[in-house]
């Protein structure tokens, strides 16, 4: 069977090469290749000549190469041009990866400019799951984060950050944020009965993916607070914080927007946005 690749987007940056170097070890834990991206920043296309453009390009994929076989020697490693505008085409180049990943700062110019940046439009339109690289290789932790604000559209999220935590031999710290606008919604609620009915959902839950994960240790915990702020704190004792994504409705869409963007301005490492598919009917 072929192995999905990891694909890591590239603009010759430390940024993101640290990304790249992030991404070829996850491909090496996973037995899979990498397949790492880049385009000229097309906005300087009016400035600067063509040719020189792709000679950066050309260097920044020859560079990035580099580092991913020094952080992963032996993995199979390739390198791709892309074309066109620069989110969307590092958006599309995630089609059939087991992830696509990109630094925090990432190919800014003419991102910033069109999309706010290449980060947060992969985040939310790439169809494979997003790694947004922040910060410096830490210390491990050995534990992966996973948070959600719906317990019925957060299987995608859950598996995975199950298939994280088993890949990297690391715990799985499962977070739900309740925060007021709930309690607004549903003033006949309290606090504690609702965090009650929350923790045995959640339970209930996760011990289907227990059995399937047996050697998965996990902690579960219902806290109050804004949920961005609940997994940016979540993200600074975890190598990894998982979030699922969805646009199923436009309100839905705007608050885990709001969420998605607190976690990536403050995180203090790794975080992924992974999609979620609804059932079929």
Not at 17 to 30: G, I, K, N, P, Y
Request: charged share 15%; net charge neutral.
């Amino acid at each position: 069977m072929r192995t999905s690749p990891v694909v890591a987007a590239t603009d010759g940056s430390e940024e993101s090469l640290r990304a790249v170097e992030w991404a070829a070890r996850e491909a090496m834990l996973r037995g899979a290749p990498l397949r790492i991206v880049s385009a000229p920043e097309l906005l300087l296309g009016m400035l600067v000549e063509g040719d020189i453009l792709c000679e950066s390009r050309d260097y920044a994929l020859a560079r990035a190469a580099h580092c991913a076989a020094t952080a992963a020697p032996g993995l199979v490693i390739s390198t791709d041009k892309l074309s066109g505008p620069i989110a969307e085409a590092v958006a599309r180049s995630g089609s059939g990866a087991a992830m696509l990943v990109v630094g925090s700062r990432c190919m800014g110019a003419f991102a910033v400019m069109m999309h706010g940046s290449v980060k947060r439009y992969a985040a939310t339109h790439a169809s494979c799951p997003v790694v947004i690289v922040r910060g410096r290789r830490p210390v491990a932790h050995r534990m992966i984060g996973v948070g959600f604000g719906d317990v019925d559209t957060c299987t995608d999220a859950l598996a995975f950050a199950f298939e994280e935590a088993a890949v990297h031999q690391a715990g799985l710290s499962v977070v739900h944020a309740l925060h007021a606008p709930h309690f607004r919604a549903h003033p006949g609620s309290t606090a504690s009965e609702s965090k009650t009915a929350v923790s045995s959902r959640l339970a209930t839950l996760l011990a289907g993916w227990q059995d399937k994960y047996p050697g998965v240790r996990v902690i579960q915990n219902v806290v109050h607070g804004h949920p961005g702020h609940v997994l940016a704190a979540l993200s600074a004792r975890t190598d990894l914080v998982v979030i699922g994504r969805y646009s199923a409705d436009k309100t839905e869409m705007h608050d885990a927007g709001t969420v998605t963007n607190a976690l990536l301005n403050h995180a203090h490492g790794p975080v992924v946005s992974v999609p979620w598919s609804p059932p079929l009917t």
